[in-house]
């Protein structure tokens, strides 16, 4: 079934305390509201928002769980945290260890699930898609580990090993470093200035017991959602969500709130890597608003006239032109303000000055001349076909909910495509010109460094 939706029906209204008895579920929820086929639940014992979307045609689900923290949440000392915990959180909980031959891998490989867990800025998220009759188990996994995870010091040395093997594999990627030293460079206070992954030293040195202390902090039911999609029963799904989740208490303690505004940028900032490479890579990145923001569906429209497919406006200035090898546009959509960043690698005996100058020239064209309605049109339609393909299978709407979850809320998720059918011509061209001004600007180059002389 399509979960996509063409025209949205009428939310649930709500009664004064918050929550409505329309459509009740299960007595241990209150019922919160219904927008685009998705149905939100509130477990009274702790806060754990519940989020079902029915979808019959497999026998199959997927059951998601959702925390609110990311690299958002870090410090110096802990950087990475969230990443590494993601991986220890798989290593065992009193009821599923490997000790007792219960490893959560082994027991989802058995129900032939797909399964695994993501770390982003905003968000770590865990899913399972399995057979419906096996709904339980994934459930019994996620409740499991919420408060469970045994978090072993045996555990953590070799995955931190994994961990730093994939962040030298990001060094050894010209894009990944220029997007991870980008936000570095244009975030100086907000904690979107550290990478998800982490740096290096905090990656090898952080302590068990600190990682303990983080988990302690962010992984509760009250700072949690948990999403199920497919084919169920709504009744016993809230039943079985109620079984396992429901004797975990809400965190004693308020959720530490993130509080650090990022101050205005007043001037370009400008960084050079200089590293042993065959091609020099070039970014440019604005900074621009949170997901929020009224102005996300425009930017994400822009992005795809600047950047998606080979008509678009800079893959013709510059790759059809032997300015560049390609190009990557990142409209970002985070929790708090992000960028607006355009990524090329440049083509062997071109000076990478020469794709920035092209690049500024046909931003400011967009700003000067604006963009056609039929660009308008088109973009409109690539994100919409995108967000079809992106809503095209339960563990790909879980994902997609999880985000907009993390950015802003989940009726972001719902709203989105109507958001992008609304954006006009000059929508585009308004936030081209209040977005793309130098002040706001980050720019980074990655140069081949000189071989040594003989």
């Known amino acids: 079934m399509e979960t996509r939706v063409e025209s949205r029906p009428a939310e649930v209204p709500l009664s ?13 929820f209150d019922f919160v509201r219904e927008k685009a086929g998705i149905r939100e639940f509130r477990l009274r014992s702790n806060g754990l928002q519940t989020l079902l979307l029915s979808n019959d045609v497999a026998p199959v689900a997927t059951f998601a769980v959702v925390y609110r923290v990311g690299s958002r949440n870090e410090a110096v000392g802990h950087t990475g945290a969230t990443h590494l915990l993601e991986h220890l959180m798989f290593k065992g909980t009193p009821e599923f260890d490997r000790e007792k031959g219960t490893a959560i891998a082994a027991v989802l490989e058995a129900l032939g699930a797909r399964f695994n867990a993501t770390t982003w800025f905003d968000r770590t998220n865990y899913y399972e898609t399995v057979p419906s009759d096996s709904i339980e188990t994934a459930v019994r996994i996620e409740a499991s580990r919420m408060r469970g995870a045994l978090l072993r010091d045996s555990d953590r040395v070799p995955e931190m090993t994994v961990v730093r093997n994939e962040y030298e594999r990001g060094e050894n990627s010209p894009f990944q470093v220029l997007y991870k030293d980008t936000f570095a460079t244009a975030f100086r206070e907000h904690p979107y200035h550290h990478p998800t992954i982490g740096w290096r030293t905090d990656i090898e040195s952080v302590s068990t017991h600190r990682l303990k202390e983080f988990y302690d902090v962010f992984y509760h039911p009250n ?29 004693a303690r308020p959720i530490p709130p993130v509080y650090t505004v990022e101050p205005p940028q007043e001037g370009e900032r400008r960084f050079v890597v200089r590293r042993t490479a065959q091609i020099a890579w070039l970014a440019l990145s604005w900074r621009t608003v949170e997901a929020r923001h009224p102005d996300t569906a425009a930017l994400a429209v822009l992005g795809n006239i600047l ?3 080979l008509t ?32 090329a690698p440049v083509r062997p005996g071109v000076l990478p000055g020469d794709v920035e100058a092209r690049i500024r020239r046909e931003v400011a064209r967009v700003v000067s001349e604006g963009i056609t309605e039929e660009e308008a049109q088109k973009a409109r339609t690539q994100i ?16 997609s909910l999880s985000q907009a979850i993390a950015v802003a809320d989940w009726d972001w998720y719902a709203d989105y495509p109507d958001l992008v059918a ?15 001004r130098d002040d706001g600007l980050t720019t980074g180059l990655y ?7 003989a």
């Open 16 to 28: 004064e305390n918050g929550v409505s008895d329309a459509l009740p579920g299960h007595p241990d």
């Open 223 to 251: 700072n949690a959602t948990a999403i199920l999609i497919g084919d169920f029963e709504e009744r016993e799904a809230l039943a079985t969500v109620a079984r396992h989740f429901g004797l975990i208490p809400a965190s």
């Open 307 to 309: 950047g998606v497919g």
């Open 312 to 343: 678009a406006r800079l893959h013709l200035a510059l790759v059809e032109e032997s300015l560049a090898l390609s190009v990557t546009v990142v409209p970002w959509q985070l929790r708090d303000p992000a960028l607006f960043s355009i990524f």
């Open 384 to 399: 919409e076909a995108e967000v079809i393909f992106d809503r095209d299978s339960t563990d790909q709407v879980a994902a």
């Open 422 to 436: 609304s954006v006009t011509a000059a929508d585009v061209r308004r936030v081209a010109a209040s977005y793309f």
């Open 447 to 453: 140069l081949p460094k000189e071989p040594p002389a």
